[in-house]
């Protein structure tokens, strides 16, 4: 009561309404803290705001000084409202997604060596996230030890050479609608590989906990349905970038369901062991653009080596004027610098629940677009299928959001 009615005299004061009585000197002194504070916090809102996380304290001087009042609560960080930017911004990074799998597509069936394409994309990715690096963590590569060099060594291996080279070869033996599906099992592996290191708390008994559960179900069980039942195929319309061999293509489709199937399984599970390693890189050196850009460097070199190996002939690695390079470039500027700009800009407003809704755009998207784009197929069955593995992603994600609050 005695700071409520120090905060009235002081209102009072501040508005020049009503002359306040006159105070005793411990009085004042309490009043000058109180307001004090209450104008520190409103500084640090402000500054918040601003576009720099470096603000010169100089600034948090001068805005405290002509800061009225506010009664805000320290304790709790202030939420920036985007309005529709943070929608639109998630909507943008699943059509980066939903090009660079249709992009691709196109480029391996034309015949292009897919180590050749992951090395040239994750060194033109490197090469467009060093310029935010320099820009927001500028002096921070200075921190970069060797234990924290060894780490992000391991995670362009791991999050980056294993996880992609099985998805490409993937949809190399699959279709683009059918190998998108699997990308929205990441959260299902990553909830798994939580469990059995025990890094999440599970209970069965709660409703949150019989949520997550069902949701892995509707999950399996369309992708399964998704591999098993075709139905009737359902032609909308006519691609228009017409396949000399798509009869051959589809007969290879056909044959090779299987083993593609296994290897997007294969890469959705080292895409969830990477973010186990991600969580321990960023605690070793916690300046993500870094990190990212030394994960792309490494990652490139590492995928040319294998590449290498593999087949030395170099024409496999020549680059021309040709749908191949577009595909780099997009992947690299738009698929992996932009998209990862987007995500940390969403995750620092909305939380990192937030960017996983918006994954089964990229279904839709690639559905679509591939079927009107490149002439794939779509049948009853993937259409079912593909709206239970959507129904079951976002029964899991808002059971997840509803048992563990974000961080």
Not at 34 to 57: E, G
Not at 323 to 330: D, E, P, Q, R, S
Not at 362 to 368: D, G, K, L, Q, R
Request: glycine residues 8%.
């Amino acid at each position: 009561m005695h700071a409520v009615g120090l905060l009235q005299q002081s209102r009072c004061v501040y508005q020049g309404n009503t002359r306040a009585p006159s105070p005793t000197e411990r009085e004042i002194i309490e009043l000058h803290d109180y307001q004090a504070r209450i104008r520190s916090n409103c500084a640090d809102y402000l500054i918040s705001l601003l576009p720099s996380a470096h603000t010169p304290l100089t600034n948090k001087v001068q805005l405290a000084r002509h800061c009225p009042p506010m009664d805000i609560d320290a304790d709790k960080q202030p939420v920036t409202k985007s309005g529709w930017r943070t929608p639109a911004s998630m909507v943008l990074v699943q059509l980066f997604n939903t090009g660079m799998i249709l992009l691709s597509k196109v480029s391996i069936g034309d015949g292009m060596f897919i180590f050749a394409l992951l090395a040239y994309r994750s060194l033109f990715g490197a090469a467009f996230i060093l310029p935010l690096a320099l820009l927001f963590e500028r002096g921070k590569w200075r921190e970069m030890g060797w234990c924290a060099m060894g780490w992000i060594f391991f995670n362009g291996f791991i999050g980056y050479v294993v996880p992609m080279s099985l998805y490409f070869y993937g949809l190399r033996d699959t279709t683009s609608s059918y190998a998108v599906i699997f990308l929205n099992m990441i959260p299902l592996f990553s909830f798994a590989l939580s469990l059995i290191f025990r890094l999440e708390t599970f209970r069965i008994l709660s409703i949150a906990g019989s949520l997550k559960i069902v949701g892995v179900l509707l999950s399996v069980g369309g992708t399964m349905l998704i591999s098993l039942y075709k139905g009737k195929t359902l032609h909308l319309w006519n691609p228009i970038l017409e396949h000399h061999h798509k009869e051959q293509q589809t007969a290879e489709v056909a044959s090779n369901q299987l083993r593609g199937t296994i290897l997007l399984l294969g890469g959705s599970f080292t895409f969830a062991c990477w973010y186990l390693i991600q969580s321990r890189v960023l605690k070793v050196y916690p300046y993500k653009y870094w990190s990212s850009m030394a994960t792309c460097l490494f990652g490139g070199f590492q995928t040319a080596i294998i590449g290498i190996i593999l087949r030395r002939d170099k024409n496999a690695w020549k680059l021309g004027w040709d749908l191949n390079l577009v595909t780099i470039l997009y992947s690299g500027a738009l698929a992996t610098a932009a998209r990862y700009c987007l995500n940390s800009w969403v995750v620092a407003r909305r939380g990192p629940s937030y960017p996983p809704m918006f994954n089964p755009l990229s279904v839709v998207f690639t559905i679509v677009l591939a079927s009107i784009f490149i002439g794939d197929d779509i049948t009853v069955g993937s259409l079912l299928g593909t709206v239970t593995v959507i129904v079951g992603l976002y029964t899991f994600l808002w059971a997840k959001s509803k048992e563990v609050p974000d961080k």
